[in-house]
């Protein structure tokens, strides 16, 4: 039951983070040369970081 803003704010960033991490998870095992462990922690980076998560992945690890 939502009874305060924060509790809105969190159920979007839940599903901001989860959100953020399916793209990761699905951008990381599509045609992607980087080795499995590698993989796996941007995929738990974003899971625990969410949105910021996905910010980070998006500059460190796609070229320009």
């Given at each position: ?22 793209y ?21 980076v ?16 796609k070229?320009?």
């Amino acid at each position: 039951m939502f009874v305060q803003p924060v509790d809105y704010f969190l159920a979007v960033w839940f599903v901001l983070a989860g959100l953020s991490t399916a793209y990761v998870a699905w951008d990381q095992f599509r045609n992607n040369p980087e080795p499995v462990v590698m993989k796996w922690g941007f995929i738990l980076v974003t899971l625990y970081m969410g949105p910021l998560g996905l910010l980070i992945y998006v500059l460190a690890d796609k070229e320009p």
